[in-house]
């Protein structure tokens, strides 16, 4: 199993830009989620979700979109990046309830200009 | 609100000893917790967690203790080596089990001197 997969690893974008952060399981995991962590700092939750089709706010939803359209895949698209969001960008997944122990990915650093 | 939080920013310790690194929470309802390991450039990586009706788990070198009268977490690690030296998280679950959410605290930074 390659376990959780992010792509890029890294992108610089300039204000106002979009784009979309990849992150694909290969665990068949039901719940994944997204973090952002800023120097620091722990990490903060940013969307997450149970299943396919079903996604839900977490703690800075803000400026993010999210979609779970399979059980493997939940990519995280920025609409218009503004400087604020410079940080490491997480991906997690997890079997589900009563198992939530969370697997990580290896992050995407995002600097926006 | 809720939070996690730990005690230390960074703790140092000599190669060989034990490493005792804290946790405080908040929210008395939290049923799950664990501690992650992050490296440099990496993502967190999984140490060992523990469920609310338990008050100690071992695993190899490493040890977490709940304490549910104090809301106090810790991860005791044995015989530190070079290789432990990382940021440390501790995270709660103080929702449902079915939502999968974590609430995860600042971060304690361990360095092992040889």
């Known amino acids: 199993n390659a376990g959780v997969t992010q792509t890029p690893k890294f992108q610089v974008l300039k204000t106002g830009q979009s784009m979309t952060l990849q992150c694909a399981q290969d665990m068949n995991h039901e719940y994944m989620s997204w973090y952002r962590q800023d120097p620091g700092m722990g990490l903060r939750l940013i969307h997450y979700?149970?299943?396919?089709?079903?996604?839900d706010q977490g703690e800075v939803p803000n400026g993010y979109n999210v979609s779970r359209s399979t059980t493997e895949d939940f990519p995280l698209r920025l609409l218009s990046a503004a400087p604020s969001q410079t940080s490491v960008y997480f991906c997690?997944?997890?079997?589900?309830?009563?198992?939530?122990?969370?697997?990580f990915g290896p992050g995407t650093r995002l600097l926006v200009l | 609100g809720e939070s996690v939080g730990l005690h230390l920013p960074t703790l140092s310790v000599q190669e060989g000893d034990n490493s005792i690194i804290n946790c405080a929470y908040s929210?008395?309802?939290?049923?799950?917790f664990i501690w992650y390991k992050q490296e440099s450039g990496k993502g967190p990586q999984f140490i060992i967690d523990i469920r609310s009706n338990m008050d100690k788990r071992q695993g190899q070198r490493v040890t977490v203790l709940l304490n549910k009268t104090v809301k106090h977490l810790s991860l005791q690690i044995a015989a530190t080596q070079p290789g432990d030296s990382a940021v440390y998280f501790c995270?709660?679950?103080?929702?449902?089990?079915?939502?999968?959410?974590?609430?995860f605290g600042q971060g304690t930074t361990l360095q092992v001197k040889p």
């Open positions: 979700s149970v299943g396919a089709g079903i996604t």
């Open positions: 995270a709660e679950n103080p929702y449902s089990s079915n939502t999968g959410k974590l609430i």
């Open positions: 929210n008395s309802a939290s049923d799950y």
């Open positions: 997690a997944s997890s079997y589900g309830p009563g198992r939530e122990t969370q697997y």
